[in-house]
Nanobody
Framework: VQLVESGGDLAQPGGSLRLSCAAS????????MGWFRQAPGKEREFVAG????????SYADSVKGRFTISRDNAKNTLWLQMNSLKPEDTALYYC?????????????????WGQGTQVTVSS
């Protein structure tokens, strides 16, 4: 299993970024996927999750209304569109594969993690 994130960058407050995750080595269409993040000195936290078909999504309260998770099962790709970025969104963002068709807000529900892509929001 490989999960390769890209798209992290330095952004200004109020700006936007789009993270991508290229997945390989497993049947992408059978599993939920998600995004977690970890800021320096803080615990890793759930950001967003998406059902195997894309028909159900979930977001942390801190990003609801600003971030959108989506997937293309034909391309084995997961995205996270991040709008209205805030300095508190600064973190290393991880693409994660669930161990079932359902997303989970707990890290225990995911069995593979990417290496992460850095998002920094600062003026």
């Amino acid at each position: 299993v490989q999960l390769v994130e890209s798209g992290g960058d330095l952004a200004q407050p109020g700006g936007s970024l789009r993270l991508s995750c290229a997945a390989s080595g497993f049947n992408f269409t059978r599993y939920a996927m998600g995004w977690f993040r970890q800021a320096p000195g803080k615990e890793r936290e759930f950001v967003a999750g998406i059902y195997w078909s894309g028909g159900s999504t979930s977001y942390a309260d801190s990003v609801k209304g600003r971030f959108t998770i989506s997937r293309d099962n034909a391309k084995n790709t997961l995205w996270l569109q991040m709008n209205s970025l805030k300095p508190e969104d600064t973190a290393l963002y991880y693409c994660v594969k669930a161990d079932s068709r359902w997303w989970s807000v707990s890290a225990a529900g995911y069995d593979y993690w990417g290496q992460g892509t850095q998002v920094t929001v600062s003026s």
